[in-house]
């Protein structure tokens, strides 16, 4: 036969019972106010971090230049193209170093170095111009670039481009009558398309064309390289027409299109060159 118990007893049990719904309920809030901050925080971290590097933005070169002598448009071409990737290369380092060094540590390891390369090659585009035609002189000044510590996306302008809006062009280093040779072993066994260099068969360009033409230009080059990819990425698939008709049919349109914008841009304050289209087609080179 059971016993009542004691009053005091019973009081106790309650209160102790009462204090562990009491901390068990602190512990639920506890545990909810903790698991809820981080995500709230990380995520205005995170976008804090993402817009803090800012953008590096330097002076269009290709707009500053005179007239361009047709025997010197290709290593012009290939100097500018070189400037966008050099600003490429130098906004990406920028992202890879966030919090490192001190404070002058983006003027000394990223925008000091950048500012040389620039130099070096603002003087070969001056140098190219200068055999045939008189040297543009002042160039120099357009090699210092800035910080945009803003974050904006208000680009840089190596070659008449905003930003890196350039459709993956700046990665090529220069447009050439080869194409850019498709990197490893792997491209000897499929081969590479080679088309017409559209550079060299330019007439002299007018100062006002000139930003339109590099782009469209750079564009061909771009063009290329995506179909030399594409030709690695789908060995084996298709019919042994695949290579003609998925790769080299579509970029023979494309490149029509961008030569005809460059042709356009030349005839609106001089003679339209002709015949341009000619250089489109491309071939698979075993």
């Not at 995170?46 to 002598?69: E, Q």
């Not at 447009?175 to 007439?203: F, M």
């Not at 349109?253 to 005839?267: C, E, L």
Request: proline share 6%; charged share 15%; net charge positive.
């Amino acid at each position: 036969m059971s016993r009542a118990l004691p009053k005091y007893n019973k009081r106790r049990v309650v209160i102790i019972g009462g204090a562990a719904a009491v901390a068990l309920s602190g512990a639920i809030i506890a545990g909810t106010a903790l698991a809820g901050t981080p995500s709230k925080s990380s995520g205005n971290n995170a976008r804090t971090l993402a817009a803090s590097p800012g953008t590096i933005t330097c002076p269009d070169v290709a707009s500053k230049l005179p007239a361009i002598p047709a025997s010197a448009q290709a290593e012009v071409t290939r100097n500018l193209t070189l400037l966008q990737t050099q600003i490429d290369e130098a906004n990406k380092r920028l992202v890879d170093t966030v919090g490192q060094g001190g404070p002058n540590f983006v003027n000394n390891a990223i925008l000091g170095p950048l500012k040389d390369k620039r130099v070096a090659t603002i003087n070969r585009i001056a140098t190219a111009i200068g055999r045939t035609a008189a040297k543009p002189t002042g160039l120099d000044s357009l090699a210092p670039c800035t910080l945009n510590a803003a974050g904006a996306n208000s680009g840089s302008t190596g070659t008449g481009n905003t930003g890196n809006a350039n459709s993956g062009a700046a990665s090529s280093a220069a447009p050439s009558a080869s194409a850019s040779t498709a990197a490893g072993s792997g491209a000897s066994a499929v081969g590479t398309i080679t088309c017409p260099d559209v550079a060299s068969k330019l007439p002299a360009i007018p100062a006002s064309a000139q930003a339109e033409v590099t782009r469209n230009l750079t564009l061909l080059q771009t063009q290329i390289d995506e179909a030399n990819k594409r030709l690695q990425s789908t060995v084996g698939q298709g019919g042994p027409n695949f290579v003609q008709n998925a790769i080299l049919g579509p970029l023979a349109d494309k490149r029509k299109s961008t030569v005809d914008r460059i042709a356009i841009a030349i005839g609106r304050t001089s003679t339209k060159p002709t015949g341009l289209d000619s250089l489109a087609a491309c071939t698979l080179t075993k």
